[in-house]
């Protein structure tokens, strides 16, 4: 039997060799080229690298006129060469004249050649450029020819993406691998961040191409595989509950793949042609991704992220790498990119070198982004292609207000957003003077601005922002970034330490919210509703498993022993809920007390207001609580029938409008006449147009996240309230309901001087 394998492995050596030598970049390609066509018994061998203005340059030959190197060029799509570009995958052709793409350049002096064979040139998914080789006679090219050239190209790709042919551009006409990308996701949070790519899971570099003996990396490679193997199926045995639903799928698919005879057969190819084990799993992966970076079915792009994973469990078994050291290695402006990430894996990072995040995958509502939220980073989603298309290092801006990534932005992309930056921290800067002035209006009324908050990172935020303190603390989204329930303990531990950064500043606790959006994967407890938002969630939820309640409520005031406890109910639609789970509070109460436990000084619970129903029966409810906070987020959605996370509702209806604020003055009415005190701590706090109107109609107690506080305190300290409340009253007694309230507030802002 030939040995095929013997031609490609010969060449690779004489490559090593060419890389090995101190050669002027142009001169070593030369070599490559020609060696190329010596070894594969081809007339001409071409390298044609992609350009960042998405032409393809011939960048040397060994055949084809030496005049054509640097001025022959197609674009990407045209001809041959540029076909092969733009598809990522090979042409093999005995009468190339006759393909439809086939593109003249007569300054090659190309025509007298048939055959031709072209690779792409291929790093991480990403095109390069485009190897060729020509023959005079009319003949098709082998299997394990079409192989050998591909393995050929990689070294060829490494070569480029070492830099080593920067020497050989000219200014204006760069390398494609360093031209600059917009994509375009969602906003997963608002701000700017600008930096350099850190790689949350670093691609493995493979720097050992060529391997010495093929036997012995078939064997590498076995070994690697079987314990690829052995651990997925370990990970498929241990009936963790984190690897349930989702997470089991994933491992099933890894599984799956780990034991592809195509993928294994294709790797054993690479490494017969000279590679190391290592190399030929990146050779492999990097020619599926390419061919799959055109696949627009969803379920099979997130199958070949799958098989990302899997070949960088391969590459790091082989290598017997371990996730990189954090902290040391990142810059002091990390911009995070990730297909997706854990929460718990976010807070491993330094908060203080990190500038933004992107993701490939994630939601408005994935634990991640609710941590990077709290922790104030900027995010941008669904960034398609994110990790493929961005190196080390690369410079990169994440705008998250726009749900934009410039990735290797040009300079006045660069200037544009800096000095959006420096905006943003002037204002930051004077927001931060303001956070020590009285929160009080410019007619002298006393105003209450309180900060949202729900994790140990937010409690710093309490200082900085000023807040008066904490008017919802939302509990669950510790239970949401957890993988299992937490224990008693730690939940006791966190009430504790908001507590105690609390100091004499008011805390107010809200139960468990969870169901509808907020989903914790762990707890099966529900079947699958048609309507979730309607649905078991919040305090329905911890009534029928009182069990969870009761854990939160004894920790709540074990974390409370000596200082007042304020606890809030979420979703409470009728009266009895709050008797209900009064009930399972004073139970607790009794039963701490029997033990001799130090108990809250004083107990308050108060129910948010965010259900229709409870409009129409205000009063017995102030009668039954010591506080109530308006859910303006929920009680808008359902008021308006408006799903709050449908973007393509966003907008369409305004809650700074009559009817609303009608309503929410209701609420503050009738808290006057109860004497309850009451507060709203929706999103409409936090911004200054709205605060506006809210104080208008009377509330003097706001709960808004902590970066909101700057801007409406910049707000009030400007307002007459006085002239505002009548004016605001006026509009909502008159009898139209189609007065642009907005538009009333703005030119009462511009006549008054207000920042809004
Ligand atoms: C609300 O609904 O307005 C609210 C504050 O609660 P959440 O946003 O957590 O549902
Ligand atoms: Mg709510």
Redesign the pocket.
């Known amino acids: 039997m030939r040995d095929t394998a013997a031609g490609p492995r010969l060449l690779l050596r004489r490559l090593r060799e060419l890389m090995a030598e101190p050669l002027e970049p142009q001169a070593r390609l030369d070599r490559i080229v020609h060696h190329i066509a010596l070894n594969m018994v081809a007339e001409v061998c071409s390298l044609y690298v992609l350009r960042a203005d998405s032409v393809l340059e011939l960048y040397a030959t060994e055949g084809l006129n030496p005049g054509a190197v640097h001025l022959a060029q197609l674009r990407l799509g045209e001809g041959l060469v540029g076909t092969i570009a733009a598809s990522a995958r090979a042409l093999n052709l005995s009468e190339a004249q006759k393909h439809p793409a086939f593109a003249y350049l007569p300054e090659t002096g190309e025509e007298i050649y048939n055959s031709f064979l072209g690779v792409p040139v291929l790093r991480a998914g990403r095109t390069l450029g485009v190897l060729v080789v020509q023959n005079r006679t009319m003949r098709q090219y082998r299997e394990d020819e079409v192989e050998a050239l591909e393995t050929t190209a990689m070294v060829i790709a490494e070569m480029i993406a070492s830099g080593d042919l920067s020497r050989l551009t000219r200014p204006g006409l760069e390398l494609d691998l360093s031209r600059p990308v917009t994509m375009r996701g969602m906003s997963f949070n608002e701000g700017v961040g600008l930096g350099h790519v850190v790689l949350h899971e670093p691609r493995i570099v493979v720097t050992n191409l060529f391997n010495e003996d093929s036997d012995e990396e078939l064997v590498r490679l076995e070994g690697a595989l079987s314990s690829l193997r052995l651990s997925i199926d370990d990970m498929l045995s241990r009936r963790e509950v984190a690897f349930e639903g989702e997470h089991r799928e994933v491992l099933e698919a890894y599984r799956m793949f780990a034991n592809d005879r195509g993928w294994v057969r294709r790797l054993e190819e690479a490494i017969r042609n000279g590679l190391t084990a290592e190399a030929a799993v990146e050779k492999v992966q990097s020619d599926m991704r390419a061919r799959m970076m055109h696949m627009t079915d969803p379920y099979l792009r997130e199958r070949m992220s799958d098989f990302d994973d899997l070949a960088n469990r391969l590459l790091r078994m082989l290598l017997g790498h371990g996730p990189e050291a954090l902290a040391n290695s990142l810059p002091r402006d990390a911009i995070l990119v990730a297909r997706s990430m854990g929460a718990a894996e976010l807070l491993d990072y330094p908060r203080d070198k990190l500038r933004g995040l992107v993701l490939e995958e994630g939601a408005i509502t994935s634990h991640v982004v609710i941590v990077a939220r709290a922790m104030g980073i900027p995010v941008a989603g669904q960034m398609k292609g994110a990790v493929s298309m961005s190196e080390k290092g690369d410079a990169v801006i994440v705008d998250g207000d726009d749900g934009v990534v410039h990735l290797r932005p040009q300079s006045d992309v660069e200037a544009a957003y800096a000095e959006k930056v420096r905006f943003r921290a002037r204002r930051q800067e004077l927001f931060r003077e303001l956070r020590k002035r009285p929160s009080v209006t410019k007619d002298g009324e006393h105003i209450d601005l309180m900060m949202n908050a729900g994790l140990a990172v937010d409690l710093p935020q309490l200082a900085e922002s000023g807040a008066a303190g904490i008017g919802?603390f939302?509990t669950e989204l510790q239970f949401m970034v957890a993988s299992t329930f937490p224990r008693a303990e730690a939940q006791e531990r966190l009430y504790r330490d908001v507590l105690d950064a609390a100091r004499d500043k008011a805390v107010t606790f809200r139960t468990i919210?969870i169901g509808g959006d907020k989903v914790l994967p762990y707890f099966k407890g529900a079947a699958q509703e048609e309507n979730p938002a309607l649905g078991w969630r919040a305090v329905r939820l911890t009534l029928d498993r009182p069990g969870l309640l009761r854990t939160q409520v004894r920790a709540l005031l074990k974390a409370a022993g000596g200082r007042e406890l304020r606890i809030m109910l979420p979703m409470v639609t009728e009266i009895s809920e709050i008797r209900q789970a009064r009930e399972i509070i004073d139970k607790e109460v009794r039963h701490l007390s029997r033990f001799a436990h130090h108990l809250p000084t004083k107990l308050k619970l108060g129910a948010m207001i965010?259900v229709p129903s409870l409009l129409w029966q205000l009063e017995e409810l102030m009668a039954v609580v010591d506080f109530v906070s308006v859910?303006?987020?929920?009680l808008f959605q359902f008021v308006t029938a408006t799903d709050r996370g449908n973007t393509q509702l966003a907008g369409r209806f305004d809650p700074i409008s009559v009817p609303f604020l009608r309503l929410l003055r209701q609420i503050v009415r009738a808290g006057e006449k109860t004497g309850t005190p009451v507060t709203l701590?929706?999103e409409l706090a936090g911004r200054p147009v709205s605060a506006m109107a809210l104080l208008g109609i009377g509330y003097r107690s706001i709960s808004m996240s902590p970066a909101a506080i700057g801007p409406v305190k910049a707000m009030l300290t400007e307002l007459p309230l006085d002239a505002l409340a009548a004016r605001m009253h006026e509009t909502l007694d008159a009898p139209s309901s189609e007065v642009d309230v907005r538009a009333m507030l703005h030119a009462f802002a511009e006549e008054h001087d207000i920042p809004l």
Do not use: K, V
């Not at 859910?631 to 929920?634: A, C, E, F, I, T």
């Open positions: 919802l939302r919210d965010e859910g303006s987020n929920d701590c929706g």
